[in-house]
Each structure stands twice: as structure tokens, then as C-alpha cells.
Nanobody, 123 residues
Framework: QVQLMESGGGLVQAGGSLRLSCAAS????????MGWYRQVPGNQRELVAT???????NYADSVKGRFTISRDNAKNTVVLQMNSLKPEDTAVYFC?????????????????WGQGTQVTVSS
């Protein structure tokens, strides 16, 4: 079965950097979109950044110029490099894989989420 494993969260001071990684495991045929969302308690989950199989990226306005997303299609991994972090970036960050085809559903795409990793930026 498909699983998304995240790593790289933690505590950092404002202005610092963190690197989040996510690997999708299982017998996967293809993944249309991979990316990251974040959520603060009491708020809705919001887009941080996504990247499609062919490379186009999409970023939330609040992270443009500070965060960079990249993926390795062959390894089914996605990385979010976060620089110039601000206290308002504090949240639980979730890895996302959308439009995924796997051996358990070879003809119907499905979306998957990681369990989330905490990012805390202190002022």
C-alpha cells in the first residue's frame, strides 16, 4: 500500500532554514502532483507549494522567494527547502501526493497525505 513518509521538521529561529523531505513508498506507477500543505490548529489546511510531474511549480504568495520545492520522479520524493523562516511559518506541514496510480488502483487515481511534521519558528 502507498505511504508518504516525511522528515525534516523541527525548531528553528526566525531567519533560519529547514529542509522537509517526503518519500512515497509502495508499488507506484505515477504521481501527477506532489507538494506540501500546512495547518495551524483552528485553521484550514493551506497550500504551501506543489510541483507536477513535468516540473511546473505553484507557491503560496506568503512563501514565494523563500521556499523552493523540488521532486525526483524516479524516486517519488519531494523536498521543500525553506529559507528566511518567519514565526508565521509555524505549523504542521503535510506531504501530499495527488493523482497517484498504484498497483492497488491502477486505473483510478487517488490522493494521499503524510502524517505531518511540526515546524516551529521562534522569534
Amino acid at each position: 500500500q502507498v505511504q508518504l513518509m516525511e522528515s525534516g521538521g523541527g525548531l528553528v529561529q526566525a531567519g533560519g532554514s529547514l529542509r522537509l523531505s517526503c518519500a512515497a513508498s509502495g508499488t507506484i506507477f505515477s504521481i501527477n502532483v506532489m507538494g506540501w500543505y500546512r495547518q495551524v490548529p483552528g485553521n484550514q489546511r493551506e497550500l504551501v507549494a506543489t510541483v507536477t510531474t513535468r516540473g511546473p511549480t505553484n507557491y503560496a504568495d506568503s512563501v514565494k522567494g523563500r521556499f523552493t520545492i523540488s521532486r525526483d520522479n524516479a524516486k517519488n520524493t519531494v523536498v521543500l527547502q525553506m529559507n528566511s523562516l518567519k514565526p508565521e511559518d509555524t505549523a504542521v506541514y503535510f506531504c501530499y501526493a495527488g493523482g497517484l496510480y498504484a498497483d492497488t488502483h491502477p486505473f483510478i487515481p487517488a490522493d494521499y497525505w503524510g502524517q505531518g511534521t511540526q515546524v516551529t519558528v521562534s522569534s
